[in-house]
């Protein structure tokens, strides 16, 4: 009987029989895999804290022992994300920045997070390099130091929490302790997860190294439903996905990031359907500008490191989506939205220094009404060119006029 996680309820759970939802990994899989989890990953500290070198097995083996020795058993470990893609199907599209851990285990009290949180920055000590005095350190200032963020949910189907380590190109080593999540993916492409205990316990007890004859049974599951559908999406670069209105934010940034990527959308009908669902729920989670400005900021922050060539074509795809599908707000507050991104927008051209030259920029401005008078005739409408025009619907009837 193999441990798997229920894809209704998402607990840590057993089944039985043949699964669809299920594959064995392939020897170049397995490759990729060993790959991900020997490498060492560099954690970076802020101010003059010095740096990590973390290999996630590592990382994996010294929080299981010491939840274990703490009573909190762990059920069994799994890579999940893009890092589980990549394995998967090397030229995803997707690429992988952050390296997602599941830990799997009964957690169902505020004690037992607290816990978890404690057992994590006591990790941390085990990587400090030598010579390093460790006894004056303590767990806030490791925290401070070393944690990206710390997110932790209870309700009453989803008890988990995610505790990321900082790394400063953008692959931050995130460990995520679940005891409950009913719902594990946004899109079919980003719903596989990869069963870790075999390949963690061949690491411990082989003596000899793997390969193409030897090499342990690696379990791979999608979450979203049968494997081999969703590896074909990921193959063919396809967007599915359903009830998005499940998803805190509706999944909207994420599909806007795989259109950017090009990837499109396996049923065009039905997506922009499910798009407006994605609009509706994302302005639900966010509803005013700073909420929706500091989400923003936050997702182009961390997807987006390296890359920071790529944010105006994102955001002029969200741009794009928000506009054709918000039927949740109202004038102004759509307007709002579509000036924050368009805003963002232009600041991510001028952070290229791509920017063209003022000659070239359209400013838009509402005219009052006594502009129209005789006596503003010194007012006039400059021939130029724009670089970034908003777009808003055909039914609104304000006049925007160009001015220099």
Not at 326 to 343: K, N, Y
């Amino acid at each position: 009987m193999e441990k798997s996680v229920d894809s209704g309820r998402g607990e840590c759970s057993s089944s039985d029989g043949e699964n669809s939802h299920l594959s064995v990994l392939n020897w170049e899989q397995v490759q990729r895999l060993d790959a991900i989890l020997t490498e060492s990953i560099p954690i970076h500290g802020r101010w003059n804290f010095p740096t990590l070198e973390m290999k996630p097995r590592d990382i994996v083996n010294a929080v299981r022992s010491r939840m274990e020795e703490h009573k909190i058993p762990v059920q069994e470990v799994r890579l999940n994300g893009s890092a589980a893609s990549h394995v998967l199907h090397e030229d995803s599209g997707l690429g992988y920045k952050d390296l997602d851990l599941i830990f799997c285990a009964n957690l169902k009290e505020e004690a037992d997070f607290q816990t978890v949180k404690n057992i994590v920055l006591d990790c941390l000590l085990d990587f400090l390099p030598e010579g390093v005095n460790k006894d004056k350190i303590t767990p806030l200032t490791l925290k401070e130091a070393y944690v990206q963020k710390m997110v932790k949910v209870c309700t009453e189907s989803d008890h988990w929490s995610l505790i990321s380590l900082s790394n400063n190109r953008g692959k931050n080593v995130e460990l995520k302790f679940v005891g409950s999540l009913r719902r594990q993916f946004e899109f079919s492409v980003d719903s596989f997860q990869i069963r870790l205990d075999s390949l963690l316990l061949f690491y411990e007890c082989s003596e000899n190294p793997m390969a193409r004859t030897f090499h342990p049974t690696i379990v791979g599951e999608s979450v979203y439903g049968p494997f081999g559908q969703a590896l074909e999406h990921l193959r063919r670069r396809l967007i599915c996905t359903r009830r998005p209105e499940e998803i805190r934010g509706g999944g909207l940034l994420k599909y806007c990031h795989l259109l950017a990527r090009g990837f499109r959308a396996a049923s065009p009908e039905a997506m922009r359907s499910l798009e407006r669902y994605m609009c509706s729920r994302f302005f639900i989670d966010f509803p005013d500008v700073a909420e929706q400005r500091r989400k923003l900021e936050s997702y182009l922050q961390s997807h987006f490191v390296g890359r920071e060539e790529r944010r105006y074509e994102y955001l002029s795809t969200l741009h794009g989506v928000v506009s054709q599908s918000t039927v949740c707000l109202m004038g102004h507050e759509r307007r709002q939205a579509l000036g924050l991104i368009a805003s963002l927008a232009v600041r991510a051209l001028a952070e290229q220094n791509a920017l063209p030259s003022t000659a070239n920029v359209t400013c838009y401005y509402q005219p009052a009404p006594y502009v129209a008078d005789a006596g503003f005739g010194n007012y006039y409408v400059a021939q130029v060119q724009a670089v970034y025009a908003p777009h808003y619907p055909p039914h609104h009837s304000t006049q925007w006029l160009p001015c220099t």
